[in-house]
């Protein structure tokens, strides 16, 4: 039974959505205050963008549960709920818990981070309820993963979100004034692009069994060669954008750190690019992206102490 569990929270993705957020705190924190209130509320955003995360998982396995998408030629991992391990009523009850768990930490961090700033507050709240409102419909009822438009939710929550919201939810936590920087803007992008690779070589993986379920994904569509490009040109971007950051507000040693650090993920887009017909090496890609990005994302965290510690 736990087992059936792990597969269905899928923890290698956790390790993305809690490192994204990460990076968008230690910004706050670079532009804020460092102390035990503001860690809290660190944690607590992460802890919600991880309960995100699941819920999201679990959302999408129970869609494609309920429409049929993963037939027997899946090249995936097979779900708990796919075998029927875990049933759908079951997972149901899951998704609402994570729902009220994830309601509870972020509606914390915005009464901690923002309580006095009406404004902000409502803002968030309702960014809040949008980001819900993805991770649930992005399988379910309108389903507009199955119409390609995944990877621009993915950009918008996974990315902006997480990073530029992380930001100012620390730099509120820490009562200073707060305000955009070309390198929250440019990590925002940078670490979206990246997460999009992630959905997007899950997606090459199942080219043909999305094609015969009529799940229309951006790979689906694209084709096989094509979609390998496509992968090539989100990680080209997203590393200009990620070491071009470190020209903003940072020393400039920093950037040959990052380009180091956007290796890992562009070695896995190489080999991506070459086995693109192969979707049983696609399909072990995806954990060398998830790898990549999660590299990357500790890289930035890291340079961001060294920036605040030794030279801010």
């Not at 999009?196 to 070589?201: A, D, E, G, I, R």
């Not at 094609?211 to 997203?238: E, N």
């Not at 192969?278 to 954990?287: D, F, G, L």
């Amino acid at each position: 039974m736990i087992s059936d569990w792990m597969g269905e929270i899928r923890p290698k993705t956790l390790l993305l959505a809690s490192t994204n957020c990460g990076v968008g705190c230690s910004l706050g924190f670079y532009y804020g205050v460092v102390n035990a209130y503001t860690l809290t509320v660190a944690l607590l955003i992460i802890v919600t963008g991880v309960l995100l995360q699941i819920l999201s998982n679990f959302a999408d396995d129970y869609g494609d549960a309920i429409k049929g998408a993963d037939g027997p030629n899946r090249v995936g991992p097979i779900r708990a709920v796919m075998l029927g391990s875990i049933s759908l009523t079951t997972l149901r009850k899951a998704m609402a818990l994570v729902i009220i768990m994830a309601s509870i930490t972020g509606i914390m961090v915005l009464v901690m981070a923002v309580g006095d700033n009406l404004e902000l507050l409502s803002k968030f709240a309702f960014l809040g309820v949008l980001a819900i409102m993805a991770a649930i419909f992005y399988a379910i009822g309108f389903a507009y993963g199955y119409k390609g438009f995944g990877d621009i939710a993915v950009l918008a929550f996974f990315g902006l979100a997480s990073v530029i919201g992380s930001q100012i939810l620390i730099q509120g936590a820490s009562g200073v004034d707060i305000d955009w920087y070309y390198d929250t803007i440019a990590l925002g992008l940078a670490i979206g692009l990246q997460s999009m690779m992630v959905l997007h070589v899950s997606a090459m993986r199942d080219i043909m069994e999305d094609r015969l379920s009529g799940k229309s994904t951006i790979a689906s569509r694209l084709g096989y060669k094509k979609s390998a490009i496509y992968m090539a040109i989100l990680c080209g971007v997203s590393a200009l954008l990620s070491i071009g950051a470190s020209f903003f507000n940072h020393k400039q040693w920093e950037a040959i750190v990052i380009a180091f650090a956007c290796l890992p993920l562009a070695a896995s887009t190489f080999r991506a690019n070459i086995h693109y017909e192969n979707s049983q090496k696609i399909a072990r890609e995806r954990k060398y992206c998830l790898i990549g990005c999660t590299i990357h994302n500790l890289a930035w965290i890291i340079v961001l102490i060294i920036d605040f510690w030794i030279y801010y």
